[in-house]
């Protein structure tokens, strides 16, 4: 399976600034998701990012506050813009290897004072 | 309906012991249901999948059991041991590629 880098591992921002979260992996990679996952709580799709393409986002999520680049086949990053304690979760950054399986970085954990 | 439903929220076994959690689906184009598990700080890890075309797969001491008639999926994890301790989370897909649609979770306690 591929393995996925995200950075940073976790960080603490205050109230109304933006944060850029880095997703690499080691392979060239069909699909990379962003996904929301909030303490104690399931996945929540954010966004799919395309190659050369503009990011489709889910229900709920604008590329206002979320938006999304994807430069090549291997890295991908998440902003979350205008931040405010809603947004305090974990930011999980997903692929599609080989078209089957779905595998997950180990996540940022972000808090928003 | 791109729902999964997973129970329990919770469960405490024994170790060596017989964990069971259960997801039910309501879309019949899902063709696609994996498990993940997950400990603290970390991201969701593949378990182990299944397609519709076999009943039941296993892997280990996890095995899958699958019920198309019932739109229903089961992990079955034997032999219980306290490092299975972790959140484990079913899901589903429907063409390859497309979003997985999560369930609630299941927080597995193995008590040594």
């Known amino acids: 399976s591929a393995v996925i880098s995200q950075k940073p591992s976790r960080d603490i921002c205050q109230r109304g600034t933006s944060l850029t979260i880095q997703c690499q992996v080691d392979?060239?990679?069909?699909?990379m998701f962003w996904y929301r996952q909030q303490p104690g709580q399931s996945l929540t799709l954010i966004a799919t990012?395309?190659?050369?393409?503009?990011?489709?986002?889910e229900s709920g999520f604008v590329i206002d506050k979320f938006p999304i680049s994807r430069p090549n086949l291997t890295f991908s990053t998440l902003t979350v813009s205008n931040m405010s304690p809603e947004d305090s979760s974990i930011y999980l950054c997903?692929?599609?290897?080989?078209?089957?399986?779905?595998?997950f970085g180990d996540g940022t954990r972000l808090s928003i004072l | 309906q791109q729902q999964v439903k997973q129970s329990p929220q919770s469960l405490i076994v024994q170790k060596g012991g017989i964990s069971i959690i259960n997801c039910a689906y309501e879309n019949t184009a899902f063709d696609y249901f994996p498990w993940y598990q997950q400990f603290p700080g970390k991201g969701p890890a593949l378990l182990i999948a299944i397609r519709p075309d076999v009943s039941e797969k296993k892997e280990g001491r996890f095995t899958i059991s699958f019920n198309k008639s019932a739109k229903q999926f089961s992990l079955h994890i034997m032999d219980s041991q306290p490092g299975d301790s972790a959140t484990y989370f079913c899901a589903a897909r429907g063409t390859s590629g497309s979003r997985l649609t999560f369930g609630e979770g299941t927080q597995l306690t193995v008590n040594p």
């Open positions: 997903s692929v599609t290897y080989s078209g089957q399986s779905q595998h």
């Open positions: 392979s060239q990679v069909t699909m």
């Open positions: 990012a395309n190659q050369g393409s503009e990011a489709t986002y």
